[in-house]
Structures are given as C-alpha cells and as structure tokens.
C-alpha cells in the first residue's frame, strides 16, 4: 500500500517538478513568473491527444511529436506575450501572461470542445511488489522518461554552447548581448525548452488524470507551491519541491481526505513560508539586478 | 607609444555628427571624433557631460537621433547591439558587470565565445593569449573555477577587460577603468591597455583620474552638457580656458 502510494506520489511529482522547472527557467530569464505555465501541460496534453488518438499516431511518436511543437508554442508565446513587454514594468509582464493563459484556455476548449479526453499509455498494465502493492508502468514510465528528460536539461544548460548562452542572458541580457549574445533567440530557446519540458507532463498525465481546458491553473498552482518549497529560483529545487508536493498529495489524499488534497499542499506552502520563506534550496532570495 | 601619423591612416571608428536628446536634455549634440588602430583617445568631461551616452551609442544600447557611427567604412548605426559586438566593438563598465552566479573561468570564456563568433581565425592559441592577459591584470593567482564574488572590486574591473580583449576586438571602450582602484590596480590598467595598442585596437576611455588620461592619450575630447568644447593633444587642453573653466577647475583631478 505504501509502495504503491510512494510509486504514484514520485510520478506526479516529478510531473510538477518539470512543470516547476519550466517556470523557474523563464523566471530566471526574464525576472517574472509565467503564470500561463499551467497552460503550457494542458495544451501539450492536448497536442498529443490530436497525434495520438485522432491522427493514430503511436504514444512515443506522440509524446515527442508533442512535446517539439510544444517549443513552438513557446516561441509564439514569447514573442507575443513577452517580447512586446519586454522592457515594461513586471505586473504588465504578469497580466499578459494571464491574458495568454486565458487564450490557451479558451482556445482549447473551441479546438477541442469541454469533454474531458485521454491518451494512450506509454506501458500498459502493472506488477505487484512486495506482496501487495499494485504498481502500474505507466508511473514508472513517468518517472524515468522524466528523470531522463530532467537529465538532458542539466547538461543541456550546464555542458553546452545553447545553455551557457541561455544562463549569460538569464543574469544580465544587456552584458550578454554586448558580449555578441543576439538576446532574442537566448530568450525564445528559454522559452521553447521551458515549454516544451512542461507540455511533455501533458501527454505522460492524461491517462491518469484525463485532460480538460482546465486542468492548467491547479496544475500551475501546485508547480509554484513547489518552486516555493524548493527555492525560488532553483532548479534543484522545483523538481525537490515538485517531488514533495507530489508525495504530500498522494499520502495526504489516502490518510487523511482526498477533498483536502490542495488544502494540505497549501499548508505545507504556509509553514515553509513561516519558518523558510527562501525554501531549501534558496540560500538567500535572489533579487535580479 | 608612438605617435601616430594620422593623416596617412584610415580611422577605425568615426563618429560623425551624432545627436541624442532625451526629452529636453540634450545628451550628445553634433559629436564628432575619429579614432585609429592602436591609438588611446580620451574622452573627458564633468559627470553627466554625456560620455557613458556616447558608449552607449557606439555600442546600440541608444540609438542615435541623428548622425553616423561608421566603422572600417561601414555606417553601424541601425545595426543591433550583439552584431556590433560581433564586428568588433567591446566595452567595459564603471561597476563591473560579470555573471555572479557563474565562475570566473565561465565569465572569461564569454569573450572567446564573442572570439569565436568573430571568426578570428587564431584563436587556437586561445590559452596563451589568456595566460598573458591575465598576469598583465595581475589575475595568476586566481583560482579560476572560483566564483566572482571572490574577487576583489578592481580585480572584477580587470576581468571585463581581459573578457573584452580575448574578443580581438576592433574598438575597447573603457568606462572610467580606474575608478575606485589603487595605484597598484592602476599599473594593471595601464598593461592591458598597453596590450590593446600593441594589438592595433583604438581604445576609447573615459576617465576622471586626469593624470592617468593626460600621461596615456593622444589626443582627447572634452565634453560638457552634450557639447564638445574642446578636441586635441593633452598639452593642448590643459592650457584651454574654456576647459579649465568647465572641468578642470584649476585642479588637476577636480573630480576626486
């Protein structure tokens, strides 16, 4: 029971820390949170809905296919929600993000109606370990797909040309473009990768959870919950903190009520706010220059 | 350094007539100067006389209202800031401007990154080039997987010039270099920029430490409210009362 509990906690987790991840990178280059992120799972689900179930395309291919158009996206949102505002006041930033959330939202729903839809598995059926608990692949699948995916991200900003490129424009855009840094494309790759690492979540979700238009704002809700547990502004800690908030929800919902699932995740949002407002990996709260 | 024959040499970077007003405050008004390979050119003038706004449109930060940026014969101004690095424009800044949450060795390789994109075909010799830069800042003993904030302020002020050089740049805008360092700091100013002319760069600095800029240019402009009142060798300026008036003060670093 335990196992099986753990198991679904850590792929949901690690769903939000992708999630999480996304938003932490755009908020590292631009200074302001995303608050269309949520948006960015709900569509890349429905993405993958449209290759795999009405163009009958396999779930892998779906998954992927997904995911690249995803990147797209981003670069759509970034150039019309951001790039206008880019040297505007960081509230105006906000209140184009929620404006593109809402397009998203509503959008979805006129391309793909109300009823809530589903994708095929990535590994049908499950095992039982240690006697009783019932494992389905589906969340093993998630959580290595999403490790492996978290990995590349790593060494893709860490080891390479793109993401050193992507991490000089995160800390000064202006320095950056005067080292011959050409700012526009640093930031669209931010925004392409960040989309396209929360619109893969979409595809490995709905066949749990089922897409619906408006699926983007808890799941938003709860991604932020973990950058704020993790750190703000950390990478490590989104996907820590996207871990917890996963383990809280499937512990919270089994002992205690499923009804107070959200209200548990906020709790805990509210004590590490009390007692470490910077999160746990948040060495000081990081103020961008 | 040698003196140079200016009238059998084309100017590297030739600012001809810019202006630049924001809203009433005329920044830069009908600025000209030429600068030539290998050459320091001193741009001076009492704080808010308009020179940070002069680098700031050579370098696309502004663009200009009016007037020509041309270099090596080619007008520059509508092209964007990461292209005019790219052809060879770098700068450096008053408080040094270095990624912080990268380490040093990351903050050097921006400038071989900016190399690379520039297509300067040595750059194999990349790490010879950066040994002797980086005693000429005096930076040998720095551990270089460290991170900046190691570093003390005048040796964050020698890193972005050792960044900008490992570029090969054409022109090196230097914001007050000197600033807030010591006299030892300063002899380390004085190698790197000994280092760019020996390359052919033109540097252009702005200075307020008036002995630094009278012993090392050849010749400077004098700014004041956007204006130049005055352009010429040091000696010359030194003795212009319009300059004396403006700036100088009768003292020789009016600033400090």
Known sequence: MNLQLLVSGVSTGVVYGLIAMGMVLIFRAVGVMNFAQGEFLMFGGYLCYTLNRLLHLPIGLSLILASLLMGAVGVIFMRTSYWPLRNAQARAIIVSAMGASIVLKEGARLIWGSIPVTVERVVNGSTTLAGSAVVQWQYVAIIVISAMIMALVYLLLEKTFIGHIMQATAQDQYMASLVGIPVIMSIGLTFALSAFLTGIGGGLLAPLFFLNNTMGATAGAKAFAAIVIGGFGSVQGAIIGGLIVGLVEAFGGAYISTTYQLVLIYVMLVLVLMFRPQGIFGGKIQEKA | ?256
């Open chain 2, 1 to 256: 350094m040698t003196s140079i024959s200016n009238t059998q040499k084309q100017p590297v970077l030739k600012l001809i007539n810019v202006c630049k007003r924001f809203g009433g405050v005329v920044a830069a008004n009908e600025i000209s100067f030429e600068l030539y390979a290998g050459e320091i050119f001193g741009l001076i003038g009492p704080n808010g006389s308009g020179k940070t706004t002069l680098i700031n449109l050579i370098t696309g930060i502004y663009s200009v209202d009016s007037g020509s940026i041309v270099l090596d014969g080619k007008n520059i101004v509508r092209m964007p800031i990461h292209n005019r690095a790219r052809v060879g424009i770098v700068r450096t800044f008053q408080h040094p401007r270095l990624l912080g949450r990268c380490d040093i060795r990351a903050n050097i390789s921006l400038g071989k990154d900016l190399a690379d994109k520039r297509k300067i075909p040595d750059t194999d010799k990349y790490q010879e080039r950066m040994g002797v830069l980086l005693e000429a800042a005096g930076l040998t003993n720095v551990d270089l997987s460290d991170s900046i904030e190691k570093l003390s302020y005048g040796q964050q002020k020698m890193l972005e010039i050792v960044r900008a050089l490992l570029s090969k740049p054409k022109v090196l805008l230097l914001d007050e270099p000197a600033a807030g360092l010591n006299r030892k700091e300063m002899s380390y100013i004085i190698n790197l920029i000994d280092f760019a002319v020996k390359e052919d760069i033109c540097v252009l600095l702005i200075e307020h430490a008036m002995d630094l800029v009278m012993s090392i240019c050849q010749r400077l402009t004098v700014l004041n409210f956007g204006q130049q009142i005055a352009s010429g060798i040091p000696s010359e300026i030194q003795e212009n009362p319009a300059v004396i008036k403006a700036y100088l003060g009768g003292s020789r670093n009016a600033e400090n």
